[in-house]
């Protein structure tokens, strides 16, 4: 199981082609909205290089780099080949400098992958701004939509995108589009794996990666993916139809039953259990929703799912009546964001969201969103 690396260090050494700069080049002045990773981009070609601009400015930003004012004036160093009249003095003031010369517009992003877009997308409304909502270009990937974690028809797009953007706004990281996959668990994890602009994907319940019974996804997201922190934590459990009155409380007693399986869903621990999961014994509908039709139909006798996300596909189940729980076989599980290994930019981006979301928890902040979002 891979852990998330100390990316801290990535961002020291990024800024080596700059180790030597001393020259000013220019100078901005902030606007509502930015921080120094945009300004870094605007001036130096990326978000990395913002310690460059942070140590120009020391003195008048202060000891917080996420906290530049409005008006606030910043000496921009040189870019690799640039030269300036100017020598940063490490703790000295910013002088005047000359106003920075027009940037050409950048680029448009390039289409995806042929392999990466064999499915549609379609835009969540997150809650940071962003011109990219018609098309997905890059950034960030709601791999799968269950309330009330993700949903195109939830505010801002789910309980987990608005922790998300809190958690980046919070680390002086905007929020880039949001899009929802149409392609399937496995299908948008080798989307991720082919197309760098797949950078995160969430919500991901993480597997017991110790486990020596995961499932091809699941193993596939503990040799390859790395995880954010947890963002929720949610309890998984067997479901039934309370007229087949079902009375299990042995592995056993579950053999031969055929389990309906969501989308993303690791089921490790039933295979732990003994069970054989397999295409007689397993069935993979994709969403709860689809789960439980299957259940009423007959063609499940199980659903194996979390408890929060049943009660907002199909309603509350202490109310319907007609929901039995397996309560012998329950586990706490974590929900998480993740990133693919070989993809620098969305390890980043993970740094960023634990920062942010540290400090959301070590605040308060979290908890009281929590309450809000899933009251």
Not at 223 to 233: G, K, Q, R, V
Not at 285 to 303: H, K, R, T, Y
Not at 325 to 341: D, E, G, L, M, P
Request: aromatic share 6%; proline share 6%.
């Amino acid at each position: 199981m891979k852990l998330l690396p100390a990316v801290l260090i990535a961002l020291t050494i990024s800024t080596a082609s700059y180790a030597q700069q001393s020259d000013i080049c220019s100078s901005h002045t902030v606007v509502r909205g930015e921080t120094l990773r945009i300004i870094a981009e605007r001036y130096l070609g990326t978000r990395d290089q913002s310690p460059i601009i942070y140590r120009a400015n020391r003195a008048v930003v202060g000891g917080d780099p996420n906290l530049i004012t409005i008006g606030m004036v910043l000496n921009i160093p040189c870019a690799p080949g640039q030269t300036g009249g100017q020598t940063v003095v490490a703790g000295a003031a910013p002088a005047a400098a000359a106003a920075p010369a027009a940037l050409a517009p950048a680029p448009a992003a390039p289409a995806p992958a042929a392999t990466a877009s064999a499915g549609a997308t379609r835009s969540l409304g997150a809650p940071a701004a962003s011109a990219q909502t018609a098309e997905f270009n890059g950034g960030l990937i709601a791999l799968l939509s269950e309330a009330p974690f993700t949903g195109a028809d939830l505010p801002n797009g789910g309980a987990m995108p608005t922790i998300m953007a809190q958690a980046l706004m919070r680390a002086g990281e905007g929020m880039p589009a949001v899009s929802l996959s149409t392609l399937g668990s496995a299908q948008s994890l080798e989307a991720m794996y082919q197309d760098a602009r797949l950078e995160v994907g969430f919500p991901v319940i993480r597997p017991n990666c110790f486990s020596g019974n995961l499932s091809g996804v699941s193993r596939n997201l503990c040799n390859d993916f790395y995880f954010s922190a947890p963002m929720f934590e949610v309890v998984t459990t067997l479901f039934s139809r309370k007229a087949d009155d079902l009375e299990i409380s042995t592995a056993e007693e579950l053999a031969g039953k055929v389990v309906c399986i969501p989308d993303f869903y690791p089921f490790e621990e039933l295979q732990d259990l003994g069970l054989a999961l397999d295409s007689t014994t397993m069935t993979e509908p994709g969403s709860i929703s689809a789960c439980f039709d299957q259940l009423w139909s007959g063609e499940a006798d199980l659903v194996y799912a979390d408890f929060l996300s049943v009660d907002n596909a199909i309603g509350n189940i202490d109310l319907r009546g007609d929901v039995a729980v397996i309560s012998r076989f329950t586990w706490t599980k974590t929900v998480h964001a993740v990133s693919h290994n070989g993809n620098a930019q969305g390890v980043k981006m993970l740094s960023m969201l634990n920062e942010g979301f540290a400090n959301m928890v070590s605040s308060g902040e979290w908890r009281a969103m929590m309450r809000d979002l899933l009251s």
